[in-house]
T-cell receptor
Framework: NAGVTQTPKFRVLKTGQSMTLLCAQD?????MYWYRQDPGMGLRLIHY???????AKGEVPDGYNVSRLKKQNFLLGLESAAPSQTSVYFC???????????????FGSGTRLTVV | KNEVEQSPQNLTAQEGEFITINCSYS?????LHWLQQHPGGGIVSLFM???GKKKHGRLIATINIQEKHSSLHITASHPRDSAVYIC??????????FGAGTILRVKS
């Protein structure tokens, strides 16, 4: 089982460049999330989606955009990268709460992004 | 005050010791999660709890909803258990709010 796959795993960007991080899950989960992890700050929610075609802002959405055109994919875009966006990005997916299934989370392996 | 507080922040144990990591939260939740992250590694979900107790191998997680408190226990600890253990709570939209993590080092 692939679970949650993130690409790329590493990337170095120059300030002002744009890029898209791709997250794909094969578990038919409705909910998908993008988190960033920074030293001393822990994990924080950037954006999330409760189903195909829906997106919502999390705790730290500024500078990022997302799209969920297909249920299995959740894309995170940086339109104009800034050094403050240097971080490790994790995608995750989960079942619908209360569905009776195990709605624990499955995380991707992370993307280490450096903006110089 | 953070919504999710973990203690201790750092923990060093000798191989074979019984380990407890605590988590307190201050908000209404639908579930509490325990996660594990090895250095430079990904995040693995260990448990998702809404009540009572769960056990998986040497790991045990408990939750007291009334007291808004959860504990993660590791029995017969081993150096491979060395990792960061993160408590997180979920509410609307199943979004997670994370604790700061507990850095565990188990020495042989």
């Amino acid at each position: 089982n692939a679970g949650v796959t993130q690409t790329p795993k590493f990337r170095v960007l120059k300030t002002g460049q744009s890029m898209t991080l791709l997250c794909a899950q094969d578990m038919n989960h409705e909910y998908m999330y993008w988190y960033r992890q920074d030293p001393g700050m822990g994990l924080r929610l950037i954006h999330y989606s409760v189903g195909e075609g829906t997106t919502a802002k999390g705790e730290v959405p500024d500078g990022y955009n997302v799209s969920r055109l297909k249920k299995q994919n959740f894309l995170l875009g940086l339109e104009s990268a800034a050094p403050s966006q240097t971080s490790v990005y994790f995608c995750a997916s989960s079942d619908l709460p209360g569905s009776g299934a195990n709605y624990g989370y499955t995380f991707g392996s992370g993307t280490r992004l450096t903006v110089v | 005050k953070n919504e999710v507080e973990q203690s201790p922040q750092n923990l060093t144990a000798q191989e074979g010791e019984f380990i407890t990591i605590n988590c307190s939260y201050s908000v209404g939740i639908s579930a509490l999660h325990w996660l594990q992250q090895h250095p430079g590694g990904g995040i693995v979900s260990l448990f998702m709890l809404s009540s009572g107790k769960k056990k998986h191998g040497r790991l045990i997680a408990t939750i007291n909803i009334q007291e808004k408190h959860s504990s993660l226990h590791i029995t017969a600890s081993h150096p491979r258990d060395s990792a960061v253990y993160i408590c997180a709570v979920s509410s609307y939209g199943n979004k997670l709010v994370f604790g700061a993590g507990t850095i565990l080092r188990v020495k042989s």
